[in-house]
């Protein structure tokens, strides 16, 4: 059974300072991984996906990547704003079991607080 | 807009009243699912549709129905809602399959039963 788990669990950081969430997974045999933010009482917003075959993938200031064989991914936030403040959630899909769709985990997320 | 919406958003309502929480999609995704979040026990699947009229249970399917009679409507029915069952659940759709695909969220619908 894959288990997704995130480090730390919370993070407070002043405004600037580059950052880095971590996540693990225990079952190396996954399709990808995927990043969302989640602001309170909100949905979740996808930031970035990786497939199994990629290293990491960019956009803008956020940079994830993946070591599928370690089962760890982090995802790297430059030059931090007070927007960034949002839990962060790490989600693995691997397989169901008898189905080809996959099933996504999530980790319990990094709650980020960026201040100014 | 490409999007996925849930209706209602906010829901108060009492133990044993049926009631359905709406899931619509405009992206024309075959692959949709239900989760429900909790806090300290995060985000698990209830339910999961892979195409029209193709369901399968997630982790937590107890207490729970689903249908899928079009491609773009995944409604979430409550045949007799619990206090356990307090939650905030979210619909979430993906082209084809999740296995290469982001999923898309909508956002949210905070339900307290009670």
């Known amino acids: 059974k894959q288990e997704v788990t995130q480090i730390p669990a919370a993070l407070s950081v002043p405004e600037g300072e580059n950052l880095v969430l971590n996540c693990s997974f225990t079952d190396s045999a996954i399709y990808n991984l995927q990043w969302f933010r989640q602001d309170p009482g909100k949905g979740l917003t996808s930031l970035l996906l990786?497939?199994?075959?990629?290293r990491e993938q960019t956009s803008g200031r956020l940079n994830a990547s993946l070591d599928k064989s370690s089962g760890r991914s982090t995802l790297y936030i430059a030059a931090s704003q007070p927007g960034d403040s949002a839990t962060y959630l790490c989600?693995?899909?691997?397989?169901?079991?008898?189905?080809?769709?996959?099933?996504?985990?999530f980790g319990q997320g990094t709650i980020l607080t960026v201040h100014p | 807009e490409a999007q996925v919406t849930q209706n209602p958003r906010y829901l108060i309502t009492v133990t044993g009243k049926k009631l359905t929480v709406t899931c619509s999609q405009n992206m024309n995704h075959e692959y949709m699912s239900w989760y429900r979040q909790d806090p300290g026990l995060g985000l698990r699947q209830i339910y999961y549709s892979m195409n029209v009229e193709v369901t399968d249970k997630g982790d937590v399917p107890e207490g729970y129905k689903v249908s899928r009679k079009e491609k773009r409507n995944f409604p979430l029915i409550l045949e007799s809602p619990s206090p356990n069952q307090t939650s905030l659940y979210f619909c979430a759709s993906t082209p084809g399959g999740p296995i290469y695909n982001e999923q898309f969220f909508g956002p949210g619908t905070r339900l307290t039963v009670l």
């Open positions: 990786i497939q199994s075959s990629q």
């Open positions: 989600a693995v899909n691997s397989n169901a079991g008898g189905t080809s769709y996959g099933k996504l985990t």
